[in-house]
């Protein structure tokens, strides 16, 4: 069964401060991945997706990700992080109709 | 204004009831979905129902029951054999394509709730 991964559970940065999220998932094939984000007491909300096409992927806000399929990985990115970006990220997995989700990473951003 | 609207948005229980949590989506979405969230574990999957009259289990269904009987909602009851049901409940939509899976996925705005 498919499980996805997120290397880090906690990540502290400075504004301004570039931002890499992990997320590897362990199953092949054809795949369709997510990013969501959940802002403090808001709605999980998508910030980018993967289908198809480029694997390189740009969603809101600034940030983008990475499809590398042979390292079945789907890393999260941001050039300059600001306070604002606080919140919990999810990597998913769509697996025969089902997201399988990662534990999340929770990002403190330092004003 | 479309969307998903889960009810209430904070729930309190006594040990040894069953509680059932709405959720009601606008968005002309095939596929609903039940999860559970956890400090530290992510988003664990109860539930979830692709079409009408019908619904399979996802990975934590113990304890759990649902129903779909129309298209725009998706009851979750939590009951007396939910072992630790204290948690944050979220609801979730997606249209459904044949032959593809399921797009993303809309989220609703969560249930706590508090067992004692």
């Given at each position: 069964a498919q499980s996805v991964s997120q290397h880090n559970h906690h990540v502290i940065l400075s504004e301004a401060a570039s931002l890499e999220l992990g997320c590897n998932y362990s199953y092949g094939g054809t795949v369709n991945l997510f990013w969501y984000v959940q802002y403090p007491g808001q709605h999980l909300q998508l910030l980018l997706k993967y289908?198809?096409?480029?694997?390189?992927v740009k969603g809101i806000k600034g940030f983008e990700a990475e499809f590398i399929k042979s390292k079945f990985s789907f890393n999260l990115r941001k050039p300059s992080v600001q306070w604002s970006d606080t919140a919990e990220y999810f990597c998913a997995v769509n697996q025969g109709g089902k997201l399988i989700f990662g534990q999340g990473t929770e990002l403190s951003v330092k004003p | 204004d479309g969307g998903i609207t889960q009810s209430p948005k904070y729930l309190f229980r006594k040990e040894g009831q069953n509680v059932t949590l709405s959720c009601e989506q606008n968005l002309n979405h095939d596929a609903m979905y039940w999860y559970r969230q956890d400090p530290g574990q992510g988003l664990r999957l109860i539930y979830y129902s692709q079409i009408v009259n019908d619904f399979q289990k996802g990975d934590i269904a113990e304890g759990y029951s649902v129903s779909r009987e129309k298209k725009e909602s998706f009851p979750l009851t939590v009951t007396s054999a939910q072992k630790n049901p204290t948690a944050f409940y979220l609801c979730a939509s997606s249209i459904v394509v044949v032959g593809k899976g399921s797009y993303e996925q809309y989220f609703g705005p969560g249930t706590r709730l508090t067992v004692t």
């Open positions: 289908f198809s096409g480029d694997p390189l | -």
